[in-house]
């Protein structure tokens, strides 16, 4: 069973940083491009992060480029999400996914995890 | 990059079936996407991806009462014999090269 565990949010102030992680098991890891997702409170879905499955490429939304990066740890099946310069509207719960094809990006999110709250706010 | 649109609410009755739209924009008409739905209060659960042929592949556990087809631009979500647990947001997502995009989401009452 595939199972994306997220930890790592919290309360922060404006300008701080927080790192999120994301534990995978279930499936071969090293296989899969991953992403994060976030959602602002009562708001839709929103794109963040793509990492390719090997951690050679990464993908921001322009929002966030500069300020938040994505990493991997095959080794221990880990995805994480470094955020640095936080504004209070990077607000939202954040979302650790599978997008489906293996070895490509282009396929859909087929799995995603719980979600972390991250609040920004002094 | 691709703009997904989809109308802010719909509402359909215990029992009967309701059609969501998402709408691809200009340029992007043959594109992939893919459904998800989230229940209140939980994390989005992935139901399927539709092609613009209507080819559609359900994800893991996803009841048959859901489906997918497709019209020019439009993908669409049918869902039949609805039932309570089917109130809930749906989001459709599509992608390219360097980017995922989701549309705004529809909010499903069920009377």
């Known amino acids: 069973e595939v199972q994306l565990v997220e930890s790592g949010g919290g309360l922060v102030q404006p300008g701080g940083s927080l790192r999120l992680s994301c534990a995978a098991s279930?499936?071969?890891?090293?296989?899969?491009?991953m992403t994060w997702v976030r959602q602002a409170p009562g708001k839709g879905l929103e794109w963040v992060a793509n990492?390719?499955?090997?951690?050679?490429?990464?993908q921001y939304v322009d929002a966030v480029k500069g300020r938040f990066i994505i990493s991997r740890d095959n080794a221990n099946n880990s995805l994480y999400l470094e955020m640095n310069s936080l504004r209070v509207e990077n607000t939202a719960v954040y979302y650790c996914?599978?997008?489906?094809?293996?070895?490509?990006?282009?396929?859909?999110?087929?799995?995603w995890g719980q979600g972390t709250l991250v609040t920004v706010s002094s | 990059q691709p703009v997904l649109t989809q109308s802010s609410s719909a509402s359909a009755s215990l029992g009967s079936s309701v059609k969501l739209t998402c709408t691809l924009s200009?340029?992007?008409?043959?594109?992939?996407i893919a459904w998800h739905q989230q229940q209140p209060g939980k994390a989005p659960r992935y139901l399927m991806k539709v092609e613009s042929s209507g080819r559609h592949n359900k994800g893991s556990g996803v009841p048959d009462r859901f489906s997918g087809s497709s019209s020019g631009a439009d993908r669409y979500l049918t869902i039949s014999n609805l039932q309570s647990e089917d109130e809930a947001d749906y989001y459709c997502?599509?992608?390219?090269?360097?980017?995922?995009?989701f549309g705004g989401g529809t909010r499903l009452t069920v009377l």
């Open positions: 997502e599509t992608w390219d090269r360097n980017s995922r995009v």
């Open positions: 990492i390719k499955e090997d951690g050679s490429e990464e």
């Open positions: 200009s340029g992007h008409s043959i594109d992939v």
């Open positions: 996914a599978r997008i489906g094809g293996r070895g490509y990006s282009f396929a859909p999110i087929d799995y």
């Open positions: 279930g499936f071969t890891f090293s296989n899969y491009w």
